[in-house]
């Protein structure tokens, strides 16, 4: 008779999650080092070697009594950087208004409003104001990146912009963008 399958124990580990045998693609091979030395030995044995070969420098260093004030005094802390799964660096959005102008049945048309919340103005407030300026209707919708966006409708994306920089002041008209034929051109 066949013997039965036993499972296998997988060691995960404790700082990314990611089976250890893994962890060198995983977001941060740097922070699961010192994880995978004290639990993991065996799956990276270069690790303790690299540590054996670091302790023997640092002791070189110690007896060598560098002073800390040969740091130069200009040095800063590095950024803090958000990173994604995968090791990706999340970018910081700039702030800018993005108008689009978007067809339907072929003569109605609807102007798309983004990126307003990042000056500070509040998306109903200026879907009100937006929509008595040009007797329309205007709403806040989700768009399809699932951010809020105002919504007019009709063909105001020229108009839109004066009225955007005197309602606002905090909005330059320099950060006001257009997209058209999928380019983005800016509107001064």
């Known amino acids: ?20 045998e893994y962890c060198e693609f995983g977001p941060d091979f740097e922070k699961c080092k010192p994880w995978l ?25 110690q007896g060598a009594s560098i002073s800390d004030k040969a740091s130069t005094p200009g040095s800063s802390k590095p950024e803090e950087v958000k ?8 970018k910081k959005e700039k702030p800018e208004v993005i108008i689009e102008k978007v067809t339907r049945n072929r003569r109605k048309s609807i102007t798309t409003v983004k990126g307003l919340e990042l000056f500070g103005v509040k998306l109903s407030d200026a879907s009100k104001k937006l929509g ?7 709403s806040v ?4 990146t699932e951010k809020e ?11 839109v912009v004066d009225f955007i920089t005197e309602t606002w002041p905090d909005v330059p008209e320099t950060a006001i963008y257009f997209i058209e034929d999928g380019k983005k051109v800016a509107a001064a």
């Open 1 to 20: 008779m066949a013997e039965k399958p036993q499972a296998v124990k997988v060691n995960y580990c404790g700082v990314c999650g990611l089976p250890a």
């Open 37 to 61: 030395i004290r639990n993991a030995p065996d799956v990276y044995p270069d690790l303790i070697k690299d540590v054996k070969d670091a302790d023997n420098v640092t002791q070189q260093l």
């Open 83 to 90: 990173r994604l799964p995968g090791g990706k660096i999340k």
């Open 132 to 138: 008595k300026k040009f007797a329309t209707g205007a």
């Open 149 to 159: 966006q105002v919504d007019v409708q009709g063909d105001i994306s020229f108009d």
């Open 141 to 144: 919708v989700k768009g399809p």
